[in-house]
């Protein structure tokens, strides 16, 4: 087995360790928002009777919410939050707004080759929405359509980056540039850098937190009720009502429709509980950098990140030219749990930290301001699965993988569509009309999953050569993405 950059080119242990000496543990883009942007929002408490409840205070809720209100002014709308909006994956990502609905077209191609015309022209048609929302409804996440790019950081990597740009060339696809040695370091100057892909129109990098802060400000504007510190125990469909019914520990909801957009937690629904593992992910960020040390890295147009390896790390400037640098660890635990104390841990961000210090060595001395965590809702096709449940009464999105900041408004769309039984070619997806494979119980999924982790590595020090496993979970079309 080879060796990849990071292990050739370590920074000293000092470097690292001043880097991290008096960083701050908790999510950067929630400290961030002005305190206006976070207004105390009431539990609910008694009975209310709406037209649709939405479960769920993150981008997939609001969307539904906002866009519900859209279709229908004249609705009664609730969003039920359990904790505070935005406060889990929504507030602390990376900010990275792509055009994909299908995490990358290799994937798609693999899953849905038939769709991904289709597919493609609906994700880039979502994210215009995205980006036009600011002025449409008068918000600012500080959205950039700076499009996102992979450098090839291993030689191997070169080709794979051409034949892509080739690939892309062949299908007139426009704003996918090759960049050789000498154009990708002039655009980002890195030593790790040896060739690079930029894709200039398919992402666009916000403030994960005001994003969410806005819609909730928007959606409020138009009528929703949003409640706050309010954890749905359970929802109940009498035939005899046609009502959903959903209870909190000191109030209920009575709607005709429900949609749940619980993300990485456990599932409302008994069939949706196995669909996905609570993966965790690990970030830093940096303090703002001087003009002196944005010169030394170049970046000018300030795209976001990714790099190619099965274990990626991703990273962008934020509004005041902080870098946030994550990725590469994706951490499961045991029995598919969600706990506070899983985001604990020193050793990625100390990992993640020696990586930063590879890739920008010309940064030494600079300090990250703050380290937090998140799980990712994983599902075995590494992108959404939608649906219905209680007699068309319950809509469903869940599993977005990492890749949701985008498409949880497509998801909104879709969840709606579903409730008023659009046939649209939205709802004739078969992305969205069949389920993938769930992941096997409890020991079944420990060892599945770490042992693909481990495979995913092995492949990164290996050319990115796949070993047996993978290759059948690749025909199986089961598997973990890193």
């Known amino acids: 087995m080879g060796t990849t950059v990071f292990e050739r080119r370590r920074p000293p242990a000092a ?42 205070g993150g981008y997939t809720g609001l969307w539904t919410a906002l866009l519900a209100k859209e279709r229908n002014p004249d609705s009664h709308v609730v969003l039920v939050e359990a904790k505070r909006i935005g406060w889990a994956a929504s507030g602390r990502n990376g900010g990275f707004c792509e055009a994909s609905l299908t995490h990358g077209d290799e994937n798609g191609l693999a899953r849905w080759p038939g769709e991904m015309p289709l597919l493609k022209r609906l994700g880039l048609e979502n994210l215009d929405a995205i980006e036009a929302a600011e002025s449409r409804y008068g918000m600012d996440f500080q959205f950039e359509r700076t499009g996102q790019l992979a450098p090839a950081i291993e030689e ?17 696809e426009e704003g996918v540039v090759f960049l050789d040695a000498a154009e990708v370091q002039a655009a980002v100057h890195s030593p790790t850098y040896l060739a690079g892909l930029w894709e200039q129109r398919t992402n666009g990098m916000l403030h994960p937190a005001l994003l969410a802060a806005e819609l909730a400000r928007v959606a409020q504007e138009r009528g929703v009720e949003i409640f706050e510190h309010s954890p749905v125990r359970r929802i109940e469909t009498p035939g005899s009502t046609g009502a959903v019914e959903v209870f909190t520990d000191h109030g209920r909801v009575d709607a005709q429709h429900a949609v749940l957009a619980t993300n990485v937690f456990p599932s409302l629904l008994k069939r949706n509980r196995l669909m996905t593992v609570p993966v965790y992910d690990y970030v830093l960020m940096t303090e703002p950098l001087s003009d002196d040390q944005l010169t030394s890295i170049g970046w000018r147009d300030r795209q976001g990140i990714g790099d190619l390896a099965n274990q990626f790390h991703y990273y962008r400037l934020s509004k005041d030219n902080r870098i946030l640098f994550g990725g590469y660890d994706a951490i499961y635990h045991y029995g598919r749990r969600v706990r506070e104390s899983y985001e604990h841990r020193p050793e990625s961000w100390q990992r993640l930290a020696s990586h930063f210090f590879t890739t920008f060595p010309q940064l030494d001395g600079l300090r990250f301001s703050h380290q937090w965590a998140g799980a990712i809702d994983t599902s075995t096709q590494f992108t959404a699965f939608f649906g219905t449940a209680r007699d068309h009464r319950v809509a469903y999105a869940a599993g977005f993988t990492g890749l949701g900041v985008g498409s949880t408004r497509f998801a909104a769309e879709v969840m709606l569509d579903l409730l008023e039984r659009r046939d649209n070619e939205r709802t004739r997806l078969e992305m969205v009309r069949k389920r993938p494979l769930p992941f096997p119980p ?14 995913l590595d092995r492949a990164d020090h290996n050319r990115g050569r796949r070993n047996l496993l993978l290759k059948t979970l690749d025909a199986l079309g089961l598997g973990f993405d890193s």
């Open 15 to 56: 470097v690292v360790e001043h880097s991290l000496a008096d960083t701050r543990e908790s999510v950067f883009w929630i400290d961030d928002l002005p305190q206006a942007a976070r207004p105390d929002r009431p539990r609910l408490k008694g009975r209310l009777i709406a037209d649709l409840v939405v479960i769920g």
């Open 156 to 172: 191997h990597q070169v080709e794979w980056l051409r034949e892509a740009a080739d690939e892309a060339a062949a299908h007139g």
């Open 442 to 455: 409890e020991p079944a999924a420990a060892i599945g999953i770490n042992a693909t982790r481990w495979s």
